[in-house]
């Protein structure tokens, strides 16, 4: 008995710790701190910005810069739109002339594109050199492709922010009462995803974005004499809008006549999508969803947290019935 008993516990132990692993293999990823200050300074010098990812066109990043013991602000903060996974910044990389000029957009040397929203550059009013904050400064993300040259003529450089590829953002700061008189920081920026996202709980199918739907109408007739007509009308609709109704099948009988009618119509208007009926067009899952399942990383994150809390609710119950029998 004390066996088959220690089997049932290692049993239900092992199916927590699997369920505790789901849920934390499904909790999204925390935002990618930035890196700096380089060069390294006397005194700690810290940028802190927020948000930094799941960004969309025009978001609002709200970013700042503290400094400690005698290590002060002077002069301007810059930031600077660039192009992602670089480092080692200095004044001839960070600004916008000579060969090396060639890492961060240049606004008025756009030729292509844009980036929807987005600023390139922000300029923060002079430090005099008293301030150990910056207090709240603000830079806006945006996605697309733009193409540049730059002062003294150097391109055509692109850079592309989107879901896919990420963008940094690059602070310049001006110091004073340090071994460093300029320090730069980097913070990565991530994009939210775009397409099509769909969360499939029981029959019940929501979906945002393009859908594509067909609607198939049969009719056929049958007479006494053996006469049989069938006539098959197929209307095939792709439209973007928020609506979808399936209408199940009807049939009617009237006398020696036989009529069947089997209708399926689904209409599609900009928002959210709710397929009412037995089944739902499978869709093909899009960034922030996950393969197979289709639901996204949040939705799979509290289901496996669900089953953890009835898990451990079933092991307190069976500890207080062990205690009643013992």
């Not at 600023?119 to 993300?141: I, M, N, Q, R």
């Not at 055509?156 to 320090?183: K, R």
Request: glycine fraction near 12%; charged fraction near 5%.
């Amino acid at each position: 008995m004390m066996a088959t008993r220690k089997v049932r516990l290692s049993g239900i132990f092992a199916a927590l710790a699997a369920i505790g692993a789901v849920a934390v293999q499904f909790t999204p990823s925390a935002a990618v701190a930035p890196t700096g200050p380089s060069p390294a300074t006397t005194n700690a010098v810290t940028l802190s910005a927020s948000p930094v990812d799941n960004l969309s066109n025009g978001s609002t990043i709200t970013y700042q810069v503290s400094t400690t013991g005698s290590t002060r602000l002077l002069g301007t903060i810059t930031a600077h739109l660039c192009t992602h996974g670089l480092s080692g910044y200095g004044t001839s990389n960070f600004g916008y002339s000579g060969a090396q000029g060639t890492r961060c957009v240049y606004q008025p040397g756009i030729f292509t594109g844009g980036l929807t929203g987005a600023d390139y550059e922000k300029v923060s009013l002079p430090y005099d050199g008293t301030a150990t904050t910056s207090g709240a400064l603000t830079f806006h993300a945006g996605t697309g492709t733009v193409g540049w040259g730059n002062v003294t003529g150097q391109g055509p450089m692109t850079l592309q922010c989107d879901a896919t590829h990420a963008c940094d953002l690059v602070v310049q700061v001006n110091l004073s009462g340090d071994s460093v008189a300029t320090t730069y920081f980097v913070q990565t920026l991530g994009f939210a995803g775009s397409g099509t996202t769909t969360t499939t709980v029981g029959a019940s199918t929501t979906s945002t974005a393009s859908t594509t739907t067909s609607t198939s109408t049969t009719t056929s007739t049958t007479t006494p004499p053996a006469t049989s007509t069938s006539t098959t009308t197929a209307t095939s609709t792709s439209t973007t809008a928020p609506i979808s109704t399936t209408v199940p099948a009807s049939s009617t009988t009237v006398g020696s006549d036989t009529s069947s009618t089997s209708t399926s119509t689904t209409t599609t208007l900009p928002g959210t999508v709710t397929t009412l009926g037995s089944s739902a067009p499978p869709g093909d899952p899009g960034s922030g969803s996950l393969p197979f399942t289709g639901g996204s990383e949040r939705d799979i994150a509290s289901a496996g947290l669900l089953l953890l809390a009835l898990g451990l609710l079933a092991l307190g119950q069976y500890y207080r019935r062990y205690e009643t029998w013992h």
